[in-house]
């Protein structure tokens, strides 16, 4: 199936299901019924397949994991209740007491703060490096190093990561790539056809595409040598946690979603519920018309915004003056660079603030890939927590706005920041 195609299809058949169903039906419950002990006994041994409990698995929720793999190419996922909480399970799916990860120091405020002040708290120690500086990416891997994790395009900064480059030096020395592909959405960048091993998204985003839904999910390429790299001895070894199953050895490709399944979800719990699963997969069925839309508007709003004498900076991979354009070009193979835009204003954070005040249509609130332009000032709100030198290597600064362009129409869009810009 095409990827258009897929967005309805994939992961659901109807005569699977009573009565045939047009759309997944939604399985609010928290357990399933056992046939016979022999049953129970052989679903808790993994030797028939089925659902027992909704927070390991559920069947609305199974729909939308196998439908994000089928997009992703990926070889399984597993859907779970936020971006953070998949972001979370990713790393700990890698890495444990003792180990290292290294990061892109171009992340999303919460997962900055995951990394620098969390994960540390249980052990886990994050450097943070410039991502395409691959001579500096060489030089953080040690033989603790078990993920190397970027954003497609960062957030705010919109900076692309060189994901084949990346993945060629992750890959020479056994280490796994985990890339967020929440801002670009499988349908604009294919991460896995360059190397990355992991993908990890916040669903909340442009998947459920209307703001009705937090939810994140975990997708597996399929192509990493977790028993050649010798640095995960947890998949591929016998798991006490899962009376001594051994991942690699019984799931072979999938083997990282399982454990990240059988074990981390079983434990720590952040199971996504099926009525949100229902509605983000009810988003999935127009992302592919959703994500043209927002890239043609996004891409008129930052080339209006180049051409103001109050904006000092337009940050947009797919603005041909942008340092990044090349980049960006390679992995947006369609042409279309999502619908993100940020900018800086020339007077900082006062005229940040101004801006806000005095724009109408946008909404001002905390999120980002709804069908409704959003808007945001990152220095006071999500990277409130950041010191000034902090926001300057996350690449963004006082006066920064963060848009994100909505499906509305395009003469609306650009007339309404038009007014806020005039208004200051
Ligand atoms: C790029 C990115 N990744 C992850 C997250 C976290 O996702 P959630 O809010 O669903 O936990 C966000 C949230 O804004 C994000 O922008």
């Not at 990394?115 to 708290?121: C, G, K, N």
């Not at 797919?318 to 999502?338: H, I, N, Q, V, W």
């Not at 905390?366 to 999500?382: E, K, Q």
């Amino acid at each position: 199936m095409e990827f258009e195609t897929k967005c309805l299809h994939s992961g659901f058949d109807p005569y699977e299901f009573k009565d045939n169903p047009a759309l997944p039906p939604i399985y609010q419950n928290t357990s399933f019924l056992f046939d016979s002990p022999e049953h129970a006994a052989n679903l808790f041994a993994l030797k028939d397949e089925g659902q027992i409990y909704t927070r390991i698995g559920n069947t609305t929720v199974s729909v939308l994991e196998e439908r994000v793999a089928r997009l992703e190419e990926g070889s399984g996922a597993v859907a779970v209740s936020s971006g953070q909480a998949a972001i979370t399970l990713a790393i700990l799916g890698l890495a444990g007491q003792g180990d290292e990860v290294i990061a892109s120091s171009y992340l999303y405020g919460g997962t900055y703060t995951l990394f620098r002040y969390t994960l540390p708290r249980f052990g886990i120690k994050v450097k943070f490096v410039d991502i395409n500086d691959l001579s500096a990416l060489k030089d953080a891997i040690n033989d603790k190093t078990r993920a190397i994790y970027g954003e497609v395009i960062g957030n705010p900064s919109l900076i692309p990561m060189d994901i084949e480059a990346i993945a060629k030096v992750a890959h020479s020395y056994g280490i796994a790539l985990v890339v967020d592909n929440t801002f670009a959405t499988p349908f604009l960048v294919q991460p896995i056809k360059w190397g990355a091993d992991v993908i990890v998204h916040s669903m909340t985003k442009y998947l459920s595409g209307h703001g009705t839904s937090i939810g994140g999910i975990i997708v597996e390429s399929g192509n990493f040598d977790w028993k050649g790299s010798g640095r995960y001895p947890s998949l591929i070894q016998p798991d006490p946690a899962y009376h001594n199953l051994n991942f690699w050895e019984t799931f072979g490709n999938t083997a990282y979603t399982n454990r990240v399944r059988l074990s981390l979800l079983r434990d720590i719990g952040p199971a996504l519920s099926p009525m949100n699963a229902y509605l983000i997969l009810l988003g999935i069925e127009t992302l592919h018309l959703r994500m043209e839309r927002h890239s043609e508007n996004a891409k008129i709003v930052a080339e209006f915004l180049e051409s103001r004498d109050d904006v000092s900076k337009v940050f947009y991979p797919g603005l041909k003056s942008s340092p990044y354009f090349e980049l960006a070009k390679k992995y947006f193979y369609r042409g279309l660079f999502s619908g993100m835009v940020c900018f800086s204003l020339k007077q900082g954070r006062p005229a940040g603030e101004a801006f806000i005040k005095n724009l109408p249509l946008f909404y001002h609130l905390a999120n980002v890939g709804d069908a409704r332009s959003l808007v945001i000032h990152p220095a006071s709100t999500t990277h409130q927590q950041l010191t000034l030198e902090q926001l300057e290597a996350a690449g963004i600064d006082e006066g920064f706005i963060r848009l994100s362009i909505g499906i509305e129409s395009i003469e609306d869009i650009v007339t309404a920041i038009e007014k806020a810009l005039v208004s200051i």
